[in-house]
């Protein structure tokens, strides 16, 4: 029961650096999702995709690339990463629309950037 | 975009008092969800709700909707140690606007539980 995997777990990098998370789920789902956590900011939606091939932007896409070129994986670039996106990067998957179906989430990325 | 706020931000109990969070917003949900996240883990999800005034219950937890749908609860009776983590509530955007289809998470409460 994988459920949502994302890699790595941790990563540090310098400013400027840059770098793609992964997340692939074997749930078969649709929709995926990848939010940021910052402290009393709860979880921002970066950007999202309904199906194979597509990739929409969230609530705060500035900075970040995405593509989902497979069903089951859904990757996050970060271009030239900066301080201020250090936080906790979390990827969902979902069976139907955001909001009908529960998300399941993946264990999370701390990322870094000093 | 459509927004929900929770309140409180932090609750500390003692084990075996209640704990009540809220989540409010000024327009109308279409349907609410609540997850829980453990301490240093991921969101994992609770319950949804849909209709308007609905109650339903999972062991200890009880949640509402409210009957204007523009707010709901979830409390918890006699809070045990694993009860401890952030509960967040998230609404779907109703349709019509950009936000259709996705999830606006709330800020979260975070609950503390001193044994």
């Known amino acids: 029961n994988a459920g949502v995997t994302q890699t790595p777990k941790f990563r540090v990098l310098k400013t400027g650096q840059s770098m793609t998370l992964l997340c692939a789920q074997d749930?078969?789902?649709?929709?995926m999702y990848w939010y940021r956590q910052d402290p009393g900011m709860g979880l921002r939606l970066i950007h999202y995709?309904?199906?194979?091939?597509?990739?929409a932007k969230g609530e705060v896409p500035d900075g970040y690339n995405v593509s989902r070129l497979k069903k089951q994986n859904f990757l996050l670039g970060l271009e030239s990463a900066a301080p201020s996106q250090t936080s906790v990067y979390f990827c969902?998957?979902?069976?139907?629309?955001?909001?009908?179906?529960?998300?399941?989430f993946g264990d999370g990325t701390r990322l870094s950037i000093l | 975009g459509q927004q929900v706020m929770q309140i409180p931000q932090y609750q500390h109990v003692q084990e075996g008092e209640d704990f009540t969070t809220y989540c409010n917003s000024s327009?109308?949900?279409?349907?609410i969800q609540w997850y829980k996240q453990r301490p240093g883990g991921h969101p994992v999800f609770l319950i949804q709700?849909?209709?308007?005034?609905e109650v339903k219950k999972q062991k200890r937890l009880t949640f509402q909707f409210g009957e204007a749908k523009k707010n709901s609860s979830l409390h918890i009776t006699a809070t045990q140690t694993t009860d401890v983590g952030t509960y967040f509530c998230?609404?779907?955007?109703?349709?019509?606007?950009?936000?259709?289809?996705?999830?606006?998470f709330g800020q979260g409460t975070i609950l503390t539980v001193h044994p």
């Open positions: 969902a998957s979902s069976y139907g629309m955001g909001g009908n179906q529960p998300q399941h």
């Open positions: 749930m078969n789902h649709e929709y």
């Open positions: 995709s309904v199906g194979e091939g597509t990739t």
């Open positions: 327009t109308t949900l279409s349907n």
């Open positions: 709700l849909v209709k308007s005034g």
């Open positions: 998230a609404d779907k955007a109703n349709a019509g606007g950009t936000s259709y289809g996705k999830l606006t």
